[in-house]
């Protein structure tokens, strides 16, 4: 992953209309840290990231730029919303969480690089497994005849279950106990669940010191053996030194809706829960070991990017420590029409390409003229203008309204094309944005 600043803003360009700055920034902060891992040891620990705060609007891009970012690498990223942490029943040590779940996203990344590493091993070993049952072992004292034939033999054989010949016969085959169970061990937003599964997890290992014989044929036997074998040859300690490191040098932590651990300085003091979230989140961004169940963390080095619209607080009402961990502040432009009509015309799997798709399915054909979209863009940044401000969001219901009578009846229309032109968006909206207070139920 070694994208330059142009390339990843490039990459970004796809999908996230305008924001340049914040693409920018990110873009950057990311080229830095791959900067930093080719210096010295020791120089490497004296450079911190430079944490970014996004500021703008609802709906103008700042999720899905982290969302994308985190689709595009293969850094171990998570997305917190900070307000839960004000929620009843989270303290202090919650918000730790982030971190370890940061981990269990490293593991996933590092058990899937590993076990792709590994896969002609498993593959080789199956095989041996399955031709060691189809040729009987030779006696210690064979002579060397017999075993230069078992040889040939065994060759042979190891031939014809590779290319598949022998997949019909039956074999017997020793399996563990209690056959491999998947334990859930992903990105749930309960820290907790994830202990819980853990010690599930560890039970049914405990649990299957036995074995049991099966009869299968040979293909499903390659199957059966694939995970046995898969399980011998993985290296946890391996996987989780890996994923630790990965999580260190290159995690990204997304901390959404920050602004809402913020009071305004007017409002100050009347939610101590917000202060509190705040001092709790000031040692995990300023540096501090976490204890994880893959082993310690240090956070020192974590890129932390929180995202916020700040309508009622402002940055600078945040505890002053807090602030000064996040000294890159880039500001997100609120969306006008032409910006929306980008949006709708050059994002990849815009919505438009969306419907297109959906309506694809039941066989009708979704046509959308440029004056539809135009109007679209038109329509929306009028509501915007009206009501609040929810940025792209309001392109989701200005459609959805145009579209929603032709999609209750699509499934009768197949075989069908329909043309959604400007006449019909005005149609179906131009009334509802005429009138503030029905755009405001309606749209
Ligand atoms: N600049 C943009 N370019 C393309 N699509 C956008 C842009 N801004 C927003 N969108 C689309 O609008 C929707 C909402 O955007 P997003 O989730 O990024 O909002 P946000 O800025 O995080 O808002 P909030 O403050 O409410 O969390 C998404 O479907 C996203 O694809
Ligand atoms: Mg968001």
Redesign the pocket.
């Known amino acids: 992953m070694e994208m330059t600043p142009k390339q990843i803003v490039a990459y970004l360009d796809d999908?996230?209309?305008?924001?340049n700055d914040a693409k920018k920034a990110i873009a950057l902060a990311l080229r830095n840290r791959y900067r930093r891992m080719q210096l010295d040891k020791e120089l490497q620990d004296e450079i911190m990231p430079k944490n970014i705060l996004?500021i703008?609007?609802?709906?103008?891009?700042?999720?899905?730029?982290?969302?994308r970012l985190a689709k595009m690498m293969d850094l171990p990223f998570v997305k917190v919303e900070a307000s839960k942490y004000t929620e009843v029943g989270y303290v202090g040590r919650d918000v730790e969480s982030m971190v370890r779940d940061l981990v269990s996203n490293a593991m996933r990344i590092s058990r899937a690089k590993f076990e792709d590493k590994i896969q002609k091993d498993i593959d080789k070993e199956v095989v041996k497994k399955i031709v060691e049952i189809l040729v009987p072992k030779l006696p210690k004292n064979a002579t060397q005849s017999s075993q230069d034939s078992f040889i040939k033999t065994y060759n042979t054989m190891e031939k014809k279950v590779q290319s598949g010949s022998m997949d019909d016969k039956l074999i017997t085959i020793n399996l563990p106990k209690t056959t491999h169970v998947e334990v859930f061990d992903g990105a749930n937003p309960m820290g907790d669940m994830s202990m819980m599964t853990d010690a599930i997890g560890n039970m049914l290992k405990n649990a299957k010191n036995n074995t049991y014989e099966k009869t299968v044929s040979v293909a499903d036997a390659k199957k059966l053996l694939r995970n046995v074998v898969k399980e011998e040859l993985t290296d946890e300690e391996l996987i989780q030194k890996d994923a630790i490191a990965n999580v260190e040098d290159g995690g990204i932590i997304f901390l959404?809706?920050i602004d809402k651990i913020v009071e305004s300085s007017s409002n100050k003091g009347q939610d101590p829960s917000k202060q509190g979230v705040q001092r709790d989140l000031l040692p995990i961004v300023e540096g501090s070991s976490i204890h994880t169940k893959y082993g310690q963390v240090n956070t020192d080095h974590i890129l932390f990017i929180a995202?916020?619209?700040f309508h009622i607080s402002s940055p600078s009402d945040m505890l002053p420590e807090l602030q000064g961990r996040f000294p890159l502040r880039v500001e997100?432009e609120a969306?006008d029409e032409s910006?929306l009509y980008?949006?709708l015309t050059n994002?990849k799997n815009?919505?438009l390409t969306q419907y297109t798709a959906m309506f694809g399915v039941e066989g009708v054909k979704l046509v959308f003229t440029d004056g539809a979209i135009k109007a679209f863009a038109n329509l929306g940044a009028r509501a915007n203008e009206k009501t609040e401000d929810?940025?792209?969001?309001r392109?989701?219901t200005v459609i959805e309204k145009v579209i929603e009578d032709i999609s209750f009846t699509a499934d009768e229309k197949s075989g069908q094309t329909i043309t959604v032109d400007k006449k019909l968006v005005e149609q179906k909206l131009e009334n509802i944005v005429q009138n503030e207070d029905i755009t405001r139920y309606i749209l």
């Open positions: 999908y996230v209309i305008g924001q996004m703008g609007n609802t709906g103008v891009g700042k999720t899905e730029i982290a969302r959404d809706e995202a916020g619209a997100l969306l910006a980008k949006i994002t815009s919505l929810i940025g792209a969001r392109l989701h």
